[in-house]
């Protein structure tokens, strides 16, 4: 302590320093010594303050919460996450916009990232999902392409319309979440007014072995709230950071937010007939077919102490399930098992799990991964010599009783291509069908905003596909873009005499 009490300042290995304020030099004028370690310290430090940002999902806002169990489903799962109404679970949020960077404002159009980490006594179950129910692709080979449409140009550094919708229009089934995107939902006013979804199928399996697919459903408490293009324009004007301020200075003040999880549950053999395949991405289950079922309750009430430590260093992974919750046969899920806890491995490490935020808490942690970079943590498991598996030094065994029941799996290994049907235009008609025809106007309207700097090569091929939607998407959409080119030509026509003075 020093003579105020306050905690002495000190080196990272401890030892105490004598001025953070003035850099020993040789005389009162200078030069700086080598040795003045304080002085590098703090630069070198500095210079690594910043890690990677993520190539997706890079600005977000996270809170910490619980989960309740609020309805028995262990019929359904064995996970013990669900095993009694009313027990709890601590749970880390991240929410998150996709394209844009750590930089980027936060009431932008964009799909978010909806992410919940739950801290289960069998370990962490993440559920790495978005605010929308399905996504613009069913297979994890193109996600990569997808990406970089909607990045930066490599030449302009701009972002590129004529890239997002020439890609788009090449992949028709990204119709039904384009749709989505330019709708009212596309920008939500901040976290606590949107619904969330797993997105992917997943699988769930009772104690008895009984599988069924299943959907995950975040159906928000607050009201569905969402900005205009005009209305986010006035507010990205005064601020950057509206959901980091929402999100952070609701739960400071109190007014948690609530979400309800739901799932939709399908039984095993009914993948094999449904007219679509539910396995597909792009695709919802009907709610008629499979009506939501509620699980529990999720409550945010708690901001974390550290920004960085809890939500930038935070990694949600689809890997991470538990028993009683698998995977299931959809492509992009597979593919986002490796690539998002890859992602992480490369941008904070090989041991990123055994960080604070992503460690689990309620499980003990018992692997024989070894070494690399920041190996912070011991893992010994009390014997020096129980290394390797498997050993006779009473090392962590494997338990056959989590095994999850066996997945029937029929048909040649290949490359299927989909056929162009009319199936990747059914349920974004029947979206377009739902909407009043108010929204549908400003769907319209956001569309044409958006593709107006397009080719017209481009512009006629993604108008082709809303055609195959339905005629009056087509039409709405041409509509409005003219209604912008005729805007357009008058403030040119209005620009003439000006240029022509000149
Ligand atoms: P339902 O009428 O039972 O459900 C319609 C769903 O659409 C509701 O969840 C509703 O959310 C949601 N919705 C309304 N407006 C929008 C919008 N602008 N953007 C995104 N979602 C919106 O119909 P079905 O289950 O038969 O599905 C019909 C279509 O609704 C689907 O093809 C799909 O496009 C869309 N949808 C379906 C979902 C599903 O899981 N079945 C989930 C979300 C959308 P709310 O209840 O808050 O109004």
């Excluded at 980490?117 to 129910?133: A, C, M, R, S």
């Excluded at 018992?366 to 970079?373: S, V």
């Excluded at 593709?451 to 409005?480: F, I, N, Q, T």
């Amino acid at each position: 302590m020093t003579n105020d009490s306050r905690p002495r300042l000190t080196t990272t290995a401890g030892a105490p320093v004598a001025s953070n304020s003035t850099s020993q030099t040789a005389g009162a004028r200078g030069p700086v010594l080598l040795q003045d370690y304080q002085l590098i310290e703090k630069l070198a430090h500095q210079n690594r303050e910043r890690i990677p940002e993520r190539v997706v999902h890079a600005k977000g806002w996270g809170a910490f919460g619980t989960f309740k169990v609020t309805k028995d489903i262990t019929h359904l799962s064995a996970a013990k996450v669900f095993d009694t109404v009313g027990k709890t679970t601590e749970v880390l949020t991240r929410f998150s916009t996709v394209a844009g960077e750590q930089g980027a404002a936060d009431a932008e159009r964009d799909v978010r990232g909806f992410s919940v980490k739950f801290y289960t006594e069998e370990g962490n179950w993440d559920i790495v999902g978005n605010n929308t129910p399905i996504f613009f692709i069913r297979d994890g080979i193109k996600f990569p392409d997808f990406i970089r449409t909607q990045k930066r140009h490599p030449k302009t550094n701009l972002r590129s319309p004529e890239a997002m919708f020439d890609f788009w229009s090449a992949q028709p089934e990204s119709v039904h979440q384009v749709t989505i995107l330019m709708s009212d939902r596309g920008i939500p006013v901040n976290p606590m007014h949107m619904h969330g979804y797993g997105s992917h199928t997943f699988s769930v399996w009772n104690k008895d072995g009984v599988r069924h697919w299943v959907k995950f459903h975040w159906r928000c408490e607050q009201p569905i709230r969402n900005y205009t293009n005009a209305e986010a324009e006035v507010l990205i004007g005064k601020t950057r950071e509206s959901y980091q301020e929402d999100l952070y200075n609701a739960i400071d003040q109190g007014r948690f937010p609530k979400w309800k999880l739901h799932i939709q549950a399908m039984p095993e053999e009914d993948a094999l007939t449904t007219p679509y395949n539910p396995f597909d991405l792009t695709k919802v289950w009907p709610h008629a077919d499979y009506p939501l079922i509620e699980v529990g309750e999720m409550e945010l009430n708690r901001n974390p102490e550290n920004y960085f430590v809890f939500v930038e260093n935070a990694a949600f992974s689809p890997s991470n399930v538990v028993p009683g919750i698998g995977f299931s046969p959809d492509k992009m899920l597979q593919a986002r098992i490796f690539s998002y806890a890859d992602a992480h491995r490369y941008r904070l490490g090989t041991h990123y799990e055994a960080l604070p935020a992503n460690a689990a808490k309620n499980a003990p942690v018992n692997h024989y991964h070894k070494d690399g970079p920041m190996r912070f943590f011991t893992n010994d498991f009390g014997n020096p010599d129980a290394y390797y598996e498997p050993n006779q030094h009473g090392g962590p065994v494997a338990d056959p009783g989590v095994q999850e029941p066996p997945l029937k799996i029929s048909g040649d290994a290949d490359r299927y291509v989909q056929e162009d049907s009319d199936a990747d235009y059914v349920q974004p008609r029947a979206l377009f069908n739902l909407l009043p025809a108010d929204e549908k106007q400003r769907l319209f309207d956001n569309m044409g905003a958006a593709m107006g700097p397009c080719s017209d090569a481009v512009k006629e091929r993604w108008l082709a596909v809303l055609g195959r939607v339905h005629s009056d998407y087509e039409a709405g959409v041409r509509a409005s873009l003219k209604k912008n080119s005729d805007v357009n030509a008058i403030s040119v026509t209005q620009d003439t005499p000006v240029e022509a003075a000149e």
